[in-house]
T-cell receptor, first 115, second 112 residues
Framework: DGGITQSPKYLFRKEGQNVTLSCEQN?????MYWYRQDPGQGLRLIYY???????QKGDIAEGYSVSREKKESFPLTVTSAQKNPTAFYLC??????????????FGPGTRLTVT | KNQVEQSPQSLIILEGKNCTLQ??????????LRWYKQDTGRGPVSLTIMTFSENTKSNGRYTATLDADTKQSSLHITASQLSDSASYIC???????????FGAGTRLTVKP
């Protein structure tokens, strides 16, 4: 059963603590992404990685960090420097769909609540 | 500034009825327009992808249209079902998968 898994589904943390969100894919995709979703807003790109051991900042990278040590895994750490971390976090990967177009597949998401 | 705007924000229809959701985009350079369905608390699932050379694409009861001249797209849902209740997200792509602009979505509720 191929796909993207994110864990945990719900995560609660105290303010000031770092927290790491897991993302794993078995689709053999090179590119992986982290997005943040807030009510009434479109998804915003946090970080992306096109190959192992390389990653780039997206539009809202401040207060977040990532690593890409393996093709299958792209964990996201929400640090204490992130001013408003409570949100729904989505991981995605991209593979070729056909006729050269790219299909983006999303994981089920992790809802992080920081109090 | 690249952006995508969707209307309406929310919509309630009766089961069996049709509906059309709208999307205006100002993505440049424009490469593709995508529609996703997102159930509450889940990740988005792709419905259609259209390149600039395509003006319509169907996926079952979902039909997307694209007018590259007016920079508008629509998603038409035929014979709605209760399971169609979800948010529908329009995404404009610039050809670089790292620069996709997501609309805020239209929240559709289908009532029996």
């Amino acid at each position: 059963d191929g796909g993207i898994t994110q864990s945990p589904k719900y995560l609660f943390r105290k303010e000031g603590q770092n927290v790491t969100l897991s993302c794993e894919q078995n689709l053999n995709h090179d590119a992986m992404y982290w997005y943040r979703q807030d009510p009434g807003q479109g998804l915003r790109l946090i970080y992306y990685s096109q190959i192992v051991n390389d990653f780039q900042k997206g539009d809202i990278a401040e207060g977040y960090s990532v690593s890409r040590e393996k093709k299958e895994s792209f964990p996201l750490t929400v640090t204490s420097a992130q001013k408003n971390p409570t949100a729904f976090y989505l991981c995605a990967s991209t593979g070729i769909r056909g006729r050269g177009s790219y299909e983006q597949y999303f994981g089920p998401g992790t809802r992080l609540t920081v109090t | 500034k690249n952006q995508v705007e969707q209307s309406p924000q929310s919509l309630i229809i009766l089961e069996g009825k049709n509906c059309t959701l709208q999307c205006n985009y100002t993505v440049s350079p424009f490469s593709n327009l995508r529609w996703y369905k997102q159930d509450t608390g889940r990740g988005p699932v792709s419905l259609t992808i259209m390149t600039f050379s395509e003006n319509t694409k169907s996926n079952g009861r979902y039909t997307a249209t694209l007018d590259a001249d007016t920079k508008q797209s629509s998603l038409h849902i035929t014979a709605s079902q209760l399971s169609d209740s979800a948010s529908y997200i329009c995404v404009g792509g610039s050809g670089n998968n790292n620069d996709m602009r997501f609309g805020a979505g239209t929240r559709l509720t289908v009532k029996p």
